[in-house]
Nanobody, 118 residues
Framework: QAELVQSGGGSAQLGGSLRLTCAGAGFTFSDFAMSWYRQTPEKRELVAGITSDGSKTYIPSVKGRFTISRDNAKSTVSLQMDDLKHDDTATYYC?????????????WGRGTQVTVSS
C-alpha cells in the first residue's frame, strides 16, 4: 500500500525559509509524478509538481521563491520555500500523481502546517 510520510515545515518569519520533505513507500517512486498542494480555509491549490523525468511546474505566486526537487534513489520529493510570505501560510500536502507525467493528485500525505509570521 502506498504511503507518503512528510517532514519539515513549522513556523518561519516573513522572508524566511522552510523545507518540506516527503518520503514515498509501497510503490515504485520513480514511476510517478509528485506534487505539493496547500490548503487554507479559503482554497486548495497545487503549488508545485515534478514529473518522473524532472520537469517542474509552479503556480505564479511561488515561482522564483519555491523549488521542488526529487531524489528517485531515496524515494523523496522536497519543497524548498524561500522568501516566505504571509499568504504561504497553509497546510501543505505531498501527493503522488496518476502517472509519470500526470501531476494531479492520486494519493495524499497527511499534511504539514506552515505558518509565516511577522
Amino acid at each position: 500500500q502506498a504511503e507518503l510520510v512528510q517532514s519539515g515545515g513549522g513556523s518561519a518569519q516573513l522572508g524566511g525559509s522552510l523545507r518540506l520533505t516527503c518520503a514515498g513507500a509501497g510503490f515504485t517512486f520513480s514511476d510517478f509524478a509528485m506534487s505539493w498542494y496547500r490548503q487554507t480555509p479559503e482554497k486548495r491549490e497545487l503549488v508545485a509538481g515534478i514529473t518522473s523525468d524532472g520537469s517542474k511546474t509552479y503556480i505564479p505566486s511561488v515561482k522564483g521563491r519555491f523549488t521542488i526537487s526529487r531524489d528517485n534513489a531515496k524515494s523523496t520529493v522536497s519543497l524548498q520555500m524561500d522568501d516566505l510570505k504571509h499568504d504561504d501560510t497553509a497546510t501543505y500536502y505531498c501527493t503522488r500523481g496518476y502517472s509519470r507525467t500526470d501531476i494531479a493528485a492520486d494519493y495524499w500525505g497527511r499534511g504539514t502546517q506552515v505558518t509565516v509570521s511577522s
